[in-house]
């Protein structure tokens, strides 16, 4: 497969995914000046990587739980692969943006990673992880952790925040 071509953007566009252990992620649809594909994204509490480069994602997520709010959350990873498209991508500016869902339209950022610089090649995967730091969740509801690539969103991942009872004690 000849990545760039029409038929190539057509069959990215149908790539499945869905992941396996309840985790989803999702990619927002291409435009054809779009240069990165987000093939995934996923949610842990941490990554790792050995001597070989193989990443490790340890405690995947997609819901947190909370008895008061606001609540915070300890910082987390988002692990992603992203494929090349078009023309070489040099000094790619990547961050993630953690926001509410309130409503159809309105999504407020409550953190925002620093940026991250990537450079990949036309048909080239990397994969790689990137550190979230400490959000803090205002009440429960639907959130969403966006991956934003020089300014454009290019993948998300829906996160649920979930009021739940205090334990009783014995």
């Not at 997609?62 to 992203?82: G, M, T």
């Not at 090349?84 to 040099?90: D, G, I, K, Q, S």
């Not at 994969?127 to 730091?133: D, P, S, Y």
Request: charged share 20%; hydrophobic share 45%; glycine share 4%.
């Amino acid at each position: 497969m000849l990545l760039g071509t029409a038929r190539a953007i057509k069959e990215l566009r149908e790539i499945p995914l869905w992941l396996s252990l309840s985790t989803r992620a999702a990619a927002v649809p291409l435009r054809q000046t779009q240069m990165l594909v987000c093939r995934y994204l996923i949610l842990c509490e941490y990554a790792s990587r050995d001597p070989q480069g193989r990443i490790t994602l340890h405690n995947l997520f997609n819901r947190i739980n909370a008895v008061d709010f606001p609540a915070s959350h300890q910082p987390f990873a988002v692990a992603i692969e992203l494929t090349a498209l078009r023309r070489a991508v040099v000094n790619e500016q990547l961050t993630v943006r953690v926001m509410v869902l309130d409503g159809v339209n309105h999504e407020e950022v409550i953190l925002e990673t620093d940026p991250y610089c990537v450079r990949i090649e036309v048909g080239q995967t990397i994969a790689t992880t990137l550190n979230v730091g400490r959000p803090v969740f205002n009440e429960p509801g639907d959130y969403r952790v966006r991956l934003i690539a020089n300014g454009r969103p290019i993948g998300f991942h829906d996160l649920a925040i979930c009021r739940i009872d205090r334990p009783t004690e014995l």
